[in-house]
Nanobody, 129 residues
């Protein structure tokens, strides 16, 4: 699976952005998909994940109620709608795909970087105050 993230940019506090991650490869619909982010000088952290059929989602506490993850298996694309953005949301956002793993979305393992098989190149999100 090859992943290509897009949609990042500069936005003011309280604004919105929608990130997209397009995938190539036949394993997309059988992969759990997720978003992580990495701020300067910090580790890559879990943001959101979605199950293969899109019926189960999970979010980091810091983004619950503001971010929504979704997927369109017909388009091989996963999305992250980000609303009410805050300066602390500033980071490079990475999409990930987990095809070989056996955990469920919502589990502790799903929040660990090493549990994901494929990564996109990242897209920068900057929230200005």
């Amino acid at each position: 699976v090859q992943l290509q993230a897009s949609g990042g940019g500069l936005v003011q506090v309280g604004g919105s952005l929608r990130l997209s991650c397009a995938a190539s490869g036949s394993t997309f619909s059988n992969s759990r998909l997720g978003w992580f982010r990495q701020a300067p000088g910090k580790e890559r952290d879990f943001v959101a994940a979605i199950s293969r059929l899109g019926t189960i989602t999970d979010y980091a506490d810091s983004v619950k109620g503001r971010f929504t993850v979704s997927r369109d298996n017909a388009k091989n694309t996963v999305y992250l709608q980000m609303n009410s953005l805050k300066p602390e949301d500033t980071a490079v956002y990475y999409c990930g795909a987990a095809y070989y793993q056996r955990w469920n979305v919502g589990s502790t393992r799903a929040k660990e970087v090493m549990e994901w098989d494929y990564w996109g190149q990242g897209t920068q999100v900057t929230v200005s105050s």
